[in-house]
C-alpha cells in the first residue's frame, strides 16, 4: 500500500496544508481510536512542542478521539520522550506528540506510540492510513459514550525525575557550568531545571518560545549560538536540543561541536568498560561516520547500520539485543532507560562520563578522528529524480571512483520533497567531487 500521510518520522508537513490540516489530524484520532479499539475504555495522552498550530493539531485530535469514545489526557508543551514514557506510566492506549521536530514553525507533525512506549510500526502506520480514508462516519460513538477530555498538572515533574533517575544517586554535577539551548521548543522548562537539580551552573539558551522561533537560529541543527554562549560565559560544555527535544549534539569547551556519533563513541565505550553495554556493539544508520565503524572495531566492538531514522535503529535494537543506538544527527536511545530518542537522558549519560574523568570536554568527547564527509540536499518538485538514467550513471561513476576508501549514501528524505546526498572518505577532495557531480546531475533532474 502506498503511504500517503505516514514518512520516516509520523505524518509532518506544513501547517493547515495536505497533510496537515485540522480535518486529517481529526481523522487520525478516530481512526487510531477505532484502531486499538478493545473493549476497554481507552485512554491517550497528547503532547506537543510550542509552535503555533499545535493548538489547532491539539485540539483537532481531541474532537477525533472523542467523538469515537476515547478520553484524552493532555500535557501540554513537553518532550517526545516525556510523552513515549507517559504513555506507559499512565497506562494510556496510545500516545500521540504534536510536533515537526527540528523543522521551522511553519511546519508540524504528528508521531504515535504504542502502549509500550514504541513509536508505531510501517504495518500498524498503513492499516491507520486505510482507516483515515474510510468512512468513519458510521463508526462515530453514541452521545452517551463520548470521550473526555482534560489537562494534565505535574507531567513536567514526573518526566525530571525518570530523568534524574538514570543516573547513580550519589552523583552530582556540582563545579559544571553548562550552557544548554532548548531550541525555543518542547524542553524549554525541564532541561534547565533538571540540570539545575542535579547540581549545575546552568545558562540557559532558546527558552523564550513565542510559537514562531523553535528552531530558528538555535538548537541542535543550528549550535553556532550555543558555541558563541559557551565561550562567552567560560562553559565547561553545551547542550543543544531540538525543538522536541529527543535529539542532542553538544558543545565543547573550545566550541567545536560534538556529533551524535561521537556521543554514541562516548557512551558505547565508557559502557563497555562497565560491563553495560548489551550486544557487543551499537545500532547506527547509513549516515554515521566510518571513523565511528573504525573506532569500535579497534575497541572489539560492532556496529549495525539500519536505514536513516531512530525508529528502524530502535527496531533492530529491539530484535536483535542492543541497547545503545542512535543516529549522527543526535537521536540517542539508550533503551536501559527510554523507548525512543531522549536528548536529555543523553546529554545526563555524557555529563556522569565527564565528571567521572575529571578532564576537558575537549578530551572526553573526543574519541575518534571522523572521516572527511560532505553533505548537499537538492530539492525537487515531483517525480523521482533518482530513477533518471543520467543520475544512475553518475551515482555508478562515483562509487567506482571511490572504491573501497569512501561511502556514498544517496536517499529521498522521508519528511520534506528534498534528495540528500552523503559522500565520505579518506580522500577528502575526490569526496567533495563526487557529491558535486552527483548533486549537480541530480538539481538539473528534479
Sequence with gaps: MTRRYFGTDGIRGTANLFPMTPDIA???????????????????????????????IENAMVAGFTAVGVDVFLLGPIPTPAVAMLTRSMRADYGVMISASHNPYADNGIKLFGPDGFKLSDL??????????????????????????????????????????????QLSFDGLRVVVDCANGAAYKAAPLALWELGAEVVSIGVEPDGFNINRDCGSTAP?????????????????????????????????????????????NYWNEEHRLAGAGIVATVMSNLGLERFLAAQGLSMVRTPVGDRYVVEHMRQHGFNVGGEQSGHIILSDFATTGDGLIAALQVLAVVCREGRPVSEVCHRFDPVPQVKKNVRYRGGQPLENETVQRVIADAEARLGKEGRL????????PVIRIMGEGDNADLVRAVVNDIADVVQRAA
Design 409 to 416: 549514501v544517496i536517499r529521498p528524505s522521508g519528511t520534506e
Design 124 to 169: 500498524v502506520e498503513s492499516e491507520i492510513e486505510a482507516l483515515v480514508e474510510s468512512d468513519l462516519t458510521t463508526r462515530l460513538s453514541p452521545a452517551s459514550e463520548l470521550g473526555r477530555a482534560k489537562r494534565v498538572d505535574g507531567v513536567l515533574d514526573r518526566y525530571i525525575e525518570f530523568a534524574k533517575r538514570t543516573l547513580p544517586r
Design 224 to 268: 553556532d549560538a550555543l558555541a558563541r554562549k559557551v565561550h562567552e560565559v567560560r562553559a565547561d560544555i553545551g547542550i543543544a536540543l531540538d525543538g522536541d527535544a529527543d535529539r542532542v549534539v553538544m558543545v565543547d569547551e573550545k566550541g567545536n561541536v560534538i556529533d551524535g556519533d561521537q556521543l554514541m563513541a562516548l557512551v558505547a
Design 26 to 56: 481529526m481523522r487520525v484520532g478516530m481512526a487510531v481510536g477505532l484502531h486499538y479499539r478493545n473493549g476497554h475504555r481507552q485512554r491517550v495522552v497528547i503532547g506537543k512542542d510550542t509552535r503555533l498550530s499545535g493548538y489547532m
